[in-house]
């Protein structure tokens, strides 16, 4: 029995045990009522294609909730209709064009994507995208930075790049799940352990002091870094910042992190002293670029609030040296 000959509830199954393809096959045999359902709630144009695309995807991250695998049909179209009502309760309730909100409260996607072959398949198909779509696209899905004010600040793109960008990474993303076969992509699972592993000895590498000697081992020279508040440097910043953190007496725990080949997010808490409780933001992002296995350029972000102007003095800059920096 070929795939297409099988039944919604018979590929709901091979789906829920990571089956790429039998997924794929029930996206493709339930688009037509998809859209439909956008298409009615939200009309012609580019916010009913999103919701449709934003639906496969969450689809991909919770089939496993499915109960009823003969109802797929339905859970699909109840998706599409959930997430195309939040835009429009967004659209009335803010002026200007608001990000699409899908609320879950059962697992988290990196935790679902954990229980199945299909978290190989999305670190390959992610691979496939160019790094402008990738970072945004992990940033939305697989990170705590999913608000698209927050991705922009972190990429330093306008919103509506970030919009365009996501729409088009969505869309790349269904079509090559669509399209693929259930093979095994063991890859992905290895690189985001490595990964993790190397933000767990990089953090406390630094608690020893030792964060020159990461740096040094594998770090590009020419590392070129961007902290919030504008703030631009290379080596040297780097290390100064990670030094004066360290003197405070802040500490960086490592909370998740995900990769693809060249991108890496690591996510932290950041503690400040108990003498000093708002010494720092509390969490911190780090956006790490490879260029030949090196890291090339880092993007520290804060997702609560840019740095201080005491914070731009413990980095040892006033404005008119951080105007050189941004400059």
């Known amino acids: 029995m070929t795939g297409e000959d099988r039944s919604d509830a018979q590929l709901a199954r091979l789906a829920q045990g990571g089956n790429v393809e039998a997924l794929g096959l029930l996206l493709a045999r339930h688009q037509a009522g998809m859209r439909a359902v956008a298409l009615s709630l939200l009309g012609f144009g580019p916010d009913a294609e999103d919701v449709v695309q934003d639906a496969a995807l969450l689809a991909l991250r919770r089939i496993s909730d499915l109960r009823d695998p003969a109802a797929v049909g339905p859970w699909l179209r109840m998706i599409v209709r959930n997430a195309a009502r939040t835009r429009l309760r967004a659209a009335r309730e803010v002026s200007l064009p608001d990000d699409l909100v899908l609320v879950s409260t059962g697992p988290t996607p990196e935790q679902v994507v954990d229980q199945h072959a299909l978290r190989d398949w999305i670190g390959t198909a992610i691979e496939e995208l160019p790094p402008t779509l990738r970072m945004p696209f992990l940033l939305r899905h697989f990170s705590g930075i999913t608000t698209y004010e927050q991705i922009a600040a972190a990429c330093e793109i306008p919103i509506g790049t970030v919009r365009s ?132 350029r880092m993007r520290l972000f804060h997702p609560v609030s840019a740095l201080s102007p005491a914070r731009l003095r413990e980095y040892g800059l006033d404005h008119s040296e951080e105007s050189e920096l941004v400059g």
Do not use: N
């Open 165 to 296: 960008r996501l729409s088009t990474a969505r869309a790349r993303m269904v079509e090559a799940l669509s399209r693929t076969s259930a093979s095994a992509h063991d890859e992905a699972a290895v690189l985001d352990a490595a990964r993790h592993q190397e933000g767990l000895e990089t953090l406390a590498a630094a608690q020893r002091g030792g964060f020159g000697e990461v740096v040094a081992q594998g770090w590009s020279p020419d590392i070129e870094l961007t902290v919030g508040g504008g703030m631009r440097g290379g080596r040297d910043l780097l290390l100064r910042g990670m030094d004066c953190d360290l003197e405070a007496g802040v500490r960086q725990r490592l909370v998740s992190s995900t990769a693809s080949r060249d991108l890496t997010i690591w996510e932290v808490d950041v503690i400040s002293p108990a003498d000093d409780p708002d010494h720092c933001p509390p969490a911190a992002v780090w956006l790490l670029s490879l260029e030949g296995g090196l890291v090339r």
